[in-house]
């Protein structure tokens, strides 16, 4: 098993090594990574300035990018031979709800699948970027037989990724896995108005409150009561009920 391995926390975060230390056990680790935080960056390409890898070490290079332009540079030049899985996390904080929409972790191992590979991306979910990381090294005992099952399924599901959370607590308090669907998010006040030193107006996007909303199969259900949580994910976000009960509005334009 051949395993490209990304993140969008940088190639110095704890969750990568964390993700690389158990995914070594089951085949060949191949880490291609941003060279510093890229989180939020959703599934932005670095068009305006080339990219440059640099290699740390067999098998680990870092990347003036996107965890986007690292998937596509790792599958396309850096790897003798395509990954069988990407594998992206683990990601510091959770990535839930409309959160898959701004994640870079997220869209790595969407990037993955558009290149045809099934991909998988890895969340703690132990808060935002203040996270409380405590049980996030622990994890390594939970993600090796996770990552085991998930790429051995018979058959992995066709054009899907697996979106998958951990829950903030001991790795021998996770209670099981539930397969989930997306929650709802809403962010309280974390559109901070402040003044720069030249007395203008500024704001800083960050912070605030959760509030969450969803079915008892959510994500984000499984995580506050201790079950890793898999969602899974596709790239196709046409809205098929509509096209079947639209009625005919679109005619008369
Ligand atoms: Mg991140």
Redesign the pocket.
């Known amino acids: 098993m051949r395993f490209l391995i990304t993140?969008?926390?940088g190639i110095l975060?704890h969750?990568i090594e964390c993700l690389v230390e158990a995914a070594e056990p089951l085949g060949e680790v191949f880490v291609v990574a941003p060279d510093r935080?890229?989180?939020?960056t959703s599934h932005s390409l670095t068009l305006h300035h080339p990219l440059r890898p640099v290699r740390r070490a067999e098998r680990r290079w870092q990347i003036d990018g996107t965890p986007t332009d690292c998937v596509m540079l790792a599958v396309e030049a850096l790897m003798d031979e395509r990954p069988d899985f990407v594998l992206s996390g683990v990601?510091?904080?959770q990535?839930m709800g409309e959160d898959v929409l701004y994640?870079?972790?997220v869209a790595a191992a969407m990037e993955g699948l558009a290149l045809g590979i099934p991909s998988i991306a890895f969340?703690f979910a132990g808060g935002d970027?203040r996270a409380d990381l405590t049980h996030l090294k622990e994890q390594v005992s939970v993600l090796t037989p996770l990552i085991k099952h998930l790429t051995s399924l018979p058959t992995f599901p066709a054009n899907t990724l697996l979106n998958v959370n951990l829950p903030p607590v001991p790795a021998d308090g996770v209670k099981g896995a539930r397969l989930t669907r997306l929650g709802s998010r809403v962010y309280s006040g974390s559109l901070k108005p402040m003044r720069d030193p030249w007395d203008r107006d500024i704001f800083w996007i960050g912070g605030g409150s959760i509030t969450w909303t969803g079915e008892p199969d959510s994500d984000f259900r499984a995580i506050q009561e201790g079950y890793i949580s898999i969602t899974p994910l596709h790239l196709d976000l046409t809205n098929y009920s509509m096209l079947e009960s639209s009625g005919n509005w679109w005619r008369e334009l």
Not at 37 to 40: G, I, K, L, P, V
């Open positions: 993140n969008d926390d975060a969750g935080e890229q989180s939020a990601n510091h904080g990535n994640s870079g972790t969340s970027l």
